[in-house]
């Protein structure tokens, strides 16, 4: 026993290593926050996009101890430094993951208390929290109390929960699926069709809808297709709007979708993962009409919240059908059965689940909603602002926006257009100062810019207007070379 007890000791003295004294703590503290304050000092006076590879035997794990001021610096070289910066106010390329500070402290509170946020019984007050969270969320967008959500981490798997109460309340399953129709934008985001895939619908039927001018579903062709395919003896089950495409922004007709969604008996789900919290804002609320008649719902709040990435939510009307596929109990369980509170792992994949609570309520209450909505109204603005600067010095843009998507483009009378648009684009990534995407429209290229970054301002727009005037004299200069 006393060899025992001696290799104890011996073990306890390494191991309390990773129980770090207050001492040690606050000398961590202090060069963490050294760092996060420089970081944000520089984000946005440095480049929003850099090129280059990451250093793997940097980033790889040895059994050599590092200093904290070691691993920020190679954090610093090897992550900050390289590809895009997602917390720049100069990511106008794709929706950005916002990344307020003070959700990085709501974020500090759940991994310092570790709260298990997956059933009630770990801890009522983190499900709790997540569930009010929801209850918030169904008041916005006039859902009713007994439809049950989720805090997931992202839009990918927030369509995955609702696809999946989709296809379990219809009973699309064995021979019913290859007879099964889906109606949806030819627009709609990428997870949508990975989710229909992971859920076993690959067979189904799926129709791409006619859009209108401004890239929105066209409800007359809607309604009349789903007329052909019952005439045809298929089985239409679900039809998907969106609340902003990313391609282009559009928020489909909402209302009227859900019109024909009831009165055909489908299942209608809404993606607004990206344009959802714009219902906040006064002056586009009313392009949202009809997104409270959506059977499931998803929204980012760490796009149109601007909280850091890792955090969607999904509502679903229909508890039974959520409950179907993610209910389930195990004997080892059983003391934590209760009927208080819905817990969110019977209504997501996830049993073990990060408290993504904390990084969303904590900045609500710290700051109020009204910070929150003059973002949104900024990001309308500038998103006019910029759309006018391009039209100015001398680009085609394309329809007014529905919110803060948009597409331009460069004409050319001397080169292929697409050809020149391409090599704009590379030009414009090789700067760097603004990020910019691209995207294909019916074979036209097109460059594209999304903002809904926080930080993104009026002096952001005109960086990247200097950035791409520039990048034309270059582009010009090439082709006459």
Request: aromatic share 10%; hydrophobic share 40%.
């Amino acid at each position: 026993m006393e060899e025992l007890v001696k290799k104890i000791t011996e073990l306890e003295n390494i191991s309390k290593e990773l129980d770090p004294s207050s001492k040690e703590r606050e000398k961590y503290s202090v060069e963490m926050n050294h760092f996060f304050d420089d970081f944000i000092a520089t984000t946005e006076s440095n480049n929003t996009y850099n090129g280059g590879n990451a250093n793997k035997d940097d980033l790889g794990i040895s059994s050599d101890k590092k200093s904290l001021t070691q691993l920020l610096d190679i954090y610093t070289s090897e992550v900050v430094n390289k590809g895009l910066n997602p917390a720049s106010g100069g990511h106008l390329g794709y929706i950005p993951g916002g990344g307020i500070y003070t959700a990085a402290l709501g974020d500090s509170l759940a991994a310092v208390t570790n709260e298990y946020a997956g059933m009630y019984y770990g801890s009522p007050g983190a499900v709790t929290m997540e569930n009010e969270l929801l209850n918030w969320m169904k008041d916005i967008f006039s859902f009713p109390n007994s439809a049950v959500g989720n805090l997931t981490s992202g839009g990918s798997i927030a369509n995955l929960i609702a696809l999946t109460a989709a296809r379990d309340k219809h009973k699309i399953k064995n021979e019913c699926i290859t007879k099964s129709v889906i109606y949806l934008s030819p627009q709609v985001h990428h997870c949508i069709h990975k989710a229909i895939r992971i859920i076993g619908l690959e067979d189904v039927q799926i129709r791409f809808l006619e859009l209108d001018e401004f890239s929105r579903i066209d409800v007359s062709k809607l309604e009349n297709t789903i007329a052909k395919d019952k005439e045809g003896g298929l089985n239409p089950f679900l039809v998907i709007a969106s609340a902003g495409t990313t391609d282009t922004g559009a928020v489909d007709p909402l209302k009227d979708i859900g019109e024909i969604a009831k009165s055909n008996k489908l299942w209608y789900h809404i993606d607004g993962a990206y344009g959802g919290f714009f219902i906040l804002s006064e002056s586009v609320k009313h392009k949202f009409d009809g997104i409270e008649l959506a059977d499931s719902l998803v929204i980012d709040p760490h796009k149109g919240l601007f909280l850091p990435y890792g955090l969607g939510a999904v509502l679903v009307k229909d508890k039974e059908a959520v409950f179907h596929s993610h209910h389930y109990t195990a004997n080892y369980m059983q003391d934590a059965l209760t009927d208080v509170q819905i817990n969110p792992a019977d209504v997501s994949p996830e049993l073990t689940k990060h408290f993504r609570g904390p990084r969303m309520w904590l900045p609500l209450n710290l700051h109020g909603l009204a910070p929150f909505v003059a973002c949104l109204d900024e990001k309308l603005l500038l998103s006019k602002y910029f759309r006018q600067k391009l039209i100015d010095i001398g680009f085609e843009v394309g329809p007014k926006p529905d919110l803060t998507v948009s597409y331009f483009w460069k004409s050319s009378t001397t080169v292929d257009e697409n050809e020149y648009n391409v090599k704009l684009m590379q030009l414009i990534h090789e700067d760097g100062r603004v990020f910019l995407s691209s995207t294909n429209l019916k074979g036209k290229f097109v460059i594209r810019m999304a903002i809904l970054s926080f930080r993104t301002k009026k002096e952001t727009i005109d960086k990247a207007i200097k950035m791409i005037e520039e990048s034309v004299v270059k582009t010009d200069e090439y082709f006459k070379g």
